[in-house]
């Protein structure tokens, strides 16, 4: 399109105009044309729908390469003779962004979101990014922004200098307009501009928090190396090292691992069976028991712009749960989150109270009380009376058997789990369980509940522990069976925080409590199989009064909360070997890794093979987001099968 001498580029390439072989050269013919043709004195480029430019074409890393490369398009963009416009109408990522700073001037629409979340993929930017960034906001900020990957707003990106102004009303007339003023004129092209100044100190401390977020991650360390040689380094240089690093770490494992876990989180939207299916409306949740799940659950509803009705059994209790929820509120508040007008409008979409009754305003309650199977389905019962017939039924427990909760209902159709993860107001995951009768649009309305929540759901089908918790317990065992082996609590850790997860198994157990585990243990031990392995290490351990964190002691001691390594744990674990006669072996870091490795990957395909997960990713994306798997691992299913390939 041209208007008044300015030609309009747009790249229109569904979904997300990601930067295809046929949308480079595109860019490349569409120059071509403008620079031989006199009457066209500048350019704009910006996106068809709701995306400027989600960045790289993702599908094509791995594939052979196909000309022209994008730092060559930006090359020729920046080096144009006639200037050339940026108009951000919406997400400008990766190299999206790229192909903005190569413009020589950028104007974004006011809910544009810029951002390099590269990092997140396993690389770094690729066509000058970490460059020409720092070009514009100074070294600080752009290790900020490269180093978290994260989504820049365009009232910031204003501040910051990335952008040049935020359109308030017609972004693209404000673009063509700035254009056809830019014709003629002198051009800032980012590549030539010095890096604004800042202080050795300044750049060190913005390095050494991204260095600490990093957590054995590769991708974030190279990105700050490349932003800090702009300091001293030749733009040409610079280039040629970002080039190098990006190919480099493309082809790494690392790389492979989290462009596994971006498809992952895309194909765990897809669940068989809803294709089509509406959601019900929800605008009004209940939360039955406002203890520590259900107040983070109530906060998480309230953050999403639900109506929410707390239920104690008690007035008194009541009570005690708003202030609860309220605490939660004020942390939010401290840490900046909200404002004040924000807790404040939240609280006024709040009720808490002992009147069980008032659930009959409620579109879907969520079921967050003792977890008691009789408990439960008494509960169910009262609420199966109590709301309206198109309302959704919830429950939250971990361990119990939806179905039996629902068959107490007289409509088990309406009713399946919500298992959201402590803090349930933090915690990325929630599974969505699927009872054996729950409706579709059930499903679908718990699907999209969660979403709105700013939750990852993933749907798992019905078994003890569901999806995460039967692939803790494989965990659990084979942590003990190492124990029993020759491994302490401290070398089984080690090794597992240095592979990546954010605790070790034992940290783990401490810091949630032994003692559930334990009245597991000796509920099931008329049931249990006498041939089985049995380890009973974390028996004599809670006997002896040591039931983690909460205690002081467990597989640890802890003095002002921090974990010490504990000499009579070590006696208990040796004394109990010898009690079997068992002869401990040493057992390295890679041994304890591998074995814990495959009896998740184990415990997952057992799953698929019962139909309880969909695909081996949905198994991946629980253990990253409520076990603390490293994303740039891939999760475990993922782990074992390039472990397989390598082999
Ligand atoms: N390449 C290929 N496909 C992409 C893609 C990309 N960069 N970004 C998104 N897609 C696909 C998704 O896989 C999905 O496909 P599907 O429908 O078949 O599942 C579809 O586009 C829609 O994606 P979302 O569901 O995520 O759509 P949203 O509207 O929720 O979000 C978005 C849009 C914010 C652009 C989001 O998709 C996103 O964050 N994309 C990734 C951005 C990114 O990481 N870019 C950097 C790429 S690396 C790079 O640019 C290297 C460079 O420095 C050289």
């Not at 639900?306 to 309220?326: C, N």
């Amino acid at each position: 399109m041209q208007t008044a001498g300015v030609l309009v580029v747009t790249i229109d390439n569904a979904p997300v105009n990601a930067l295809s072989a046929d949308v480079r050269g595109g860019l490349m013919a569409a120059l071509a044309a403008a620079e031989g043709d006199a009457e066209i004195r500048a350019v704009v480029v910006t996106g068809a729908g709701k995306t400027f430019i989600g960045g790289a074409d993702i599908k094509e890393f791995g594939k052979p390469p196909v000309e022209p490369m994008l730092p060559a398009v930006i090359d020729r963009l920046e080096g144009f003779s006639k200037p050339v416009v940026a108009a951000l109408n919406g997400a400008a990522l990766g190299g999206g962004l790229e192909v903005a700073l190569g413009c020589h001037h950028r104007i974004a629409a006011s809910g544009a979101k810029l951002g390099l979340p590269e990092v997140k993929l396993g690389i770094v930017p690729g066509a000058g990014g970490t460059q020409r960034l720092p070009r514009l906001t100074g070294i600080p900020a752009a290790i900020d922004i490269i180093a978290s990957g994260r989504m820049v707003p365009a009232a910031e990106a204003l501040s910051l200098g990335i952008v040049d102004a935020v359109a308030t009303e017609n972004l693209l007339d404000a673009a063509v307009a700035a254009a056809a003023d830019l014709a003629g004129k002198s051009l800032r092209r980012t590549a030539e501009l010095a890096v604004p100044t800042s202080t050795a100190e300044e750049n060190e401390a913005a390095a050494a928090k991204a260095r600490a977020r990093a957590k054995g991650q590769t991708s974030p360390l190279e990105a700050v190396r490349l932003v800090l040689a702009t300091q001293n380094a030749a733009f040409a240089d610079g280039i040629a090292d970002e080039r190098a690093t990006f190919l480099r770490l493309r082809d790494s494992q690392e790389a492979a691992a989290l462009r596994h876990v971006f498809f992952a989180e895309r194909a765990a939207a897809k669940v068989e069976g809803l294709e089509g299916v509406e959601p019900r409306p929800v605008s009004t949740i209940g939360v039955v028991g406002t203890g520590l799940m259900g107040s983070g659950i109530a906060v998480a509803a309230l953050d999403a712009g639900y109506t929410v009705i707390g239920i104690e059994q008690t007035s008194e209790a009541a009570e005690k749960g708003k202030e609860r929820i309220t605490a939660l509120l004020d942390r939010n508040l401290k840490s900046g989150r909200i404002d004040a007008k924000g807790k404040a409008e939240r609280l006024s979409r709040l009720i808490v109270s002992g009147n069980i009754g008032n659930l009959a305003k409620a579109d879907l309650v969520i079921e967050a009380v003792f977890d008691d199977l009789d408990v439960k389905t008494l509960l169910f019962q009262r609420l199966d009376g109590i709301v309206r017939p198109d309302a959704i039924l919830a429950t939250n427990t971990s361990y119990l058997d939806p179905d039996v909760i629902a068959a107490a209902t007289q409509h088990p159709e309406r009713v399946l789990g919500l298992h959201f993860f402590s803090p349930a107001n933090v915690m990325k995951l929630l599974e969505v369980v699927r009872g054996a009768k729950t409706l579709p649009d059930v499903l679908a309305t718990g699907l999209a509940v969660a979403r709105k929540l700013n939750k990852l759901p993933i749907v798992t089908g019905v078994c003890e522990g569901f999806i995460g918790n039967r692939i803790f317990s494989a965990y659990r065992r084979e942590a003990e069976f190492l124990l029993e082996d020759g491994a302490l609590p401290q070398d089984i850790d080690a090794a597992m925080e240095a592979y990546g997860m954010a605790m070790g198994p034992f940290a783990v157990f401490d810091l949630a409590g032994l003692e559930i585990a334990w009245a597991r243990r000796k509920r099931q031990a008329a049931t249990r199989d006498p041939a089985a392995r049995y380890v009973d290490i974390p028996d004599r351990l809670c006997e002896a009064g040591r039931f983690g964190q909460k205690s002081g002691r467990g597989w640890y001691r802890y003095v002002d909360g921090k974990r010490t390594i504990d000499p009579a744990v070590t006696e208990l674990i040796e004394a109990s070997r010898a009690a079997k006669g068992l002869t401990p072996r040493a057992i390295d870091a890679d041994e304890i890794v591998s074995r814990l490795l495959k009896a998740m990957a184990d415990e997952g395909q057992a799953l698929l093979a019962e139909g309880i997960a969909a695909r081996a990713s949905d198994i991946d994306l629980v253990m990253i987001n409520g076990y603390g798997f490293p994303a740039y691992r891939g999760g475990p299913m993922f782990a074992a099968a390039a472990k397989a390939g390598a082999a």
